[in-house]
């Protein structure tokens, strides 16, 4: 008897852990699950063919820019995503195709297509050479969704780009992953003092004075807005730089000064 209820109370253990594993595994907020070091992942689409335009988007993703207050970023926000203050390579050596290494810089996701094997590995992508690794442009349509914490951030038309070693993605919110892009068609960048607004002290502030607020008001106005005409690569939408300039504008009136 003893013996039948041990049996009972193992099978009780093990259904309640197979019901735990279910329930960690279902769909739901729960944060998502870390990917191994040798974590294989399948592309199951092949590489688009054409240019970042022809990447399907939700009706209304083009509020890009659109600042919803202080602390919200542009283009909305989610887990994962990089900083924004990267320069597109990161502290370590920067690595153009055609390097060759003997093991990958950090952890690495294994994406066959089309028969052969991509490694992709802190913000680079390989194929085996010889017994080793060599850096690759990866095709275009290739997804992953994971970049390191240096990609840039870039603005075009009112669109999102992350580049991370000369390699351009952007952000499929649906499938919550990146996918690798044509590199957009730059657009001219404004004038000097473009962003910039013509301030007078009223009230006799010195050139240290004035320094400190201009720097001041300019973080300011990029909380609001959500650009910054010091790191911006590419010329944002008017409606962009208008919202830069008014802000700039409103924080000087408010420290004594008149705008023109």
């Known amino acids: 008897m003893k013996s039948r209820i041990w049996q009972l109370a193992g099978v009780g253990v093990l259904g309640a852990g197979i019901s735990f594993a279910v329930m960690a595994e279902g769909p739901g907020e729960a944060p998502a699950r870390a990917l191994n070091s040798r974590d294989e992942v399948q592309q199951t689409q092949p590489p688009r063919q054409g240019y970042y335009q022809d990447i399907p988007r939700r009706h209304g993703e083009h509020r890009y820019w659109q600042a919803g207050g202080p602390g919200q970023r542009p283009g909305g926000d989610w887990q994962g995503r990089p900083d924004g203050h990267g ?16 093991q990958f810089p950090d952890r690495y996701w294994k994406l066959p297509y089309r028969g052969d094997d991509y490694f992709y590995s802190g913000g680079y992508w390989f194929r085996p050479h010889a017994g080793r690794y060599v850096v690759v442009t990866p095709p275009y349509g290739m997804r992953v ?22 390699t351009y993605y952007q ?31 009223m009230h006799g502030q010195g050139p240290e004075q004035q320094e400190q607020d201009r720097y001041q008001c300019h973080r300011w106005a990029v909380s609001q807005s959500g650009f910054d005409p010091a790191t911006a690569a590419y010329a944002p939408p008017a409606n962009v730089a208008d919202n830069y300039r008014r802000a700039l504008g409103a924080c000087f009136s408010g420290r004594g000064y008149s705008i023109n």
Do not use: C, K
């Open 87 to 102: 320069d597109g390579w990161g502290p370590g050596p920067q690595y153009r195709p055609g390097h060759t290494l003997d």
């Open 145 to 166: 969704e994971y970049l390191p914490p240096y990609a840039r951030e870039v603005w075009l038309g009112g669109a999102l780009f992350f580049v991370v070693a000369d």
């Open 171 to 201: 952000y499929l919110a649906d499938s919550r992953e990146y996918v690798v892009v044509n590199p957009p068609v730059a657009a001219p960048p404004p004038v000097n003092g473009g962003y910039d607004v013509v301030a007078y002290p």
